[in-house]
């Protein structure tokens, strides 16, 4: 059964830092892809960042590039999204997603609050 684990999410003043990481377990498996999306409200879902897993390649989304770092541990199978430079308009439910060759499976999904 796939398990993935978030962790990382909190309460941060603007300009502050926080460090999200997700963590896959749970029989055996290939991942293709790891990321996030989030959700904040008012607004619709948007992919933030993801990485795919045999070489590291990144994506980010326009309004986070410069700020936010996504990487990944292949013996932990697990990805760390760095956020810096943290923005009020990056408030919201952040929730980490892979693809792996059994399909796509979501995290529980972590609060992060950016107060101004």
């Known amino acids: 059964q796939v398990q993935l684990v978030e962790s990382g999410g909190g309460l941060v003043q603007a300009g502050g830092s926080l460090r999200l990481s997700c963590a896959c377990s749970g029989g055996t498996f290939s991942v293709y892809h790891m990321g996030w999306f989030r959700r904040a409200p008012g607004k619709e879902r948007e992919l933030v960042a993801a990485i795919t897993w045999t070489d590291g390649k990144p994506y980010y989304v326009d309004s986070v590039k410069g700020r936010f770092t996504i990487s990944r541990d292949n013996d932990k199978n697990t990805a760390y999204l760095q956020m810096n430079s943290l923005k009020p308009e990056d408030t919201a439910v952040y929730l980490c997603?892979?693809?792996?060759?059994?399909?796509?499976?979501w995290g529980q999904g972590t609060q992060v609050t950016v107060s101004s």
């Open positions: 997603y892979v693809d792996h060759n059994h399909g796509r499976y």
